[in-house]
């Protein structure tokens, strides 16, 4: 059974920073890629990061590049997004996301607000 549990986020002023962390289980983790995506309210959801098995890839949004970056611990099952000088516009609740054998699996989300 494909499970996550995430952590990291809160509240934080525009520039700050916010490490968010996905543990996953159930599922061979460095053999899928993994992604963040992010949903605000009234919009739809939308992909932040992704990065490969073995980190040999790795792509974003244009709207966060420069300010976010993806990485993975594979010993540790566990997905990272390094959040920097973060803009009230990504205010969201954030989800990690594996697909599995054609099927789509989701964390709980973490809300992230960025206000001052």
């Known amino acids: 059974q494909v499970q996550f549990v995430e952590s990291g986020g809160g509240l934080v002023q525009p520039g700050g920073s916010l490490r968010l962390s996905c543990v996953a289980s159930g599922f061979t983790f460095s053999s899928y890629a993994m992604s963040w995506y992010r949903q605000a309210p009234g919009k739809e959801r939308e992909l932040v990061a992704s990065?490969?098995?073995?980190?040999?890839?790795?792509n974003y949004a244009d709207s966060v590049k420069g300010r976010f970056t993806i990485s993975r611990d594979n010993p540790k099952n566990t997905v990272y997004l390094q959040m920097n000088s973060l803009k009230p516009e990504d205010t969201a609740v954030y989800y990690c996301?594996?697909?599995?054998?054609?099927?789509?699996?989701w964390g709980q989300g973490t809300q992230v607000t960025v206000s001052s």
């Open positions: 990065i490969t098995g073995l980190s040999s890839r790795i």
């Open positions: 996301h594996v697909l599995w054998f054609g099927n789509a699996y």
